[in-house]
């Protein structure tokens, strides 16, 4: 089973910074299958990317992934103030989905 | 447009079961597979299992083999997840997602279903 590990747990940032968001996995990510979702207090996970890359339907285009191996990235180009909220990765393989821990941005 | 609805908080002692329901509205319910995933308060995502709805087959993680059973109701467009012998660590969020094969991943969720377990 892959493990993943989101780096930083918290990111401290203020509107209109950029912010990178880590996702290592335990090992080779042979499939596309890595997604990224948002997450506010009191709501349900959002999906934002899926395919390592690709925008879900209605996300800015502020929002991107990249990566490949075991080293992904979600990158928010210029901060919204609505973009404060907790972001967690998920990778599938051999039958199991796995979410990272997290990660926690939060308005500097 | 596409909704899931969950039945509303539980409290349960230690030792109990508890059944948590999804309610699908919104799209042809049998065409894409039902998933459950936890959240203890303020801690990251677990994925429980699935469930195919047009089937009723399903696949749990090893985690929680012997203690879930999901089911569905194909008539009501409804899912269920049952958790028994419950533990105090079993308090969570549980929500279901639907599932997107292409992409192995989730793009609708339930709003979430507390549940509390104390003595």
């Known amino acids: 089973e892959i493990v993943l590990t989101q780096s930083p747990g918290t990111l401290s940032l203020s509107p209109g910074e950029r912010a990178t968001l880590s996702c290592r996995a335990s090992q080779s990510v042979t499939s596309s299958y890595l997604a990224w979702f948002q997450q506010k207090p009191g709501q349900a996970p959002r999906l934002l990317i899926y395919?390592?890359?690709s925008r879900a339907t209605g996300i800015p285009d502020r929002f991107s992934g990249s990566g490949s191996g075991t080293d992904f990235t979600l990158t928010i180009s210029r901060l919204e103030p609505e973009d404060f909220a907790v972001y967690f990765c998920q990778h599938y393989g051999s039958s199991l989905y796995t979410f990272g821990q997290g990660t926690t941005l939060e308005i500097k | 447009q596409v909704h899931l609805v969950q039945s509303g908080a539980e409290v349960r002692k230690p030792g109990a079961s508890v059944t948590v329901s999804c309610k699908a509205s919104g799209y042809t319910f049998s065409a894409y597979y039902i998933h459950w995933v936890r959240q203890a308060p303020g801690q990251g995502l677990e994925w429980m299992g699935r469930i195919n709805p047009k089937s009723g087959g399903t696949y749990y993680s090893e985690k929680f083999q012997g203690r879930v059973t999901m089911t569905r109701d194909t008539s009501i467009t409804t899912a269920y997840m049952e958790l028994s012998t419950l533990r105090s660590d079993d308090t969570a969020f549980y929500f279901c997602?639907?599932?997107?094969?292409?992409?192995?991943?989730?793009?609708?969720w339930g709003q979430g279903t507390l549940l509390t377990v104390s003595s």
């Open positions: 395919g390592v890359s």
């Open positions: 997602a639907r599932l997107i094969v292409s992409i192995q991943s989730f793009d609708f």
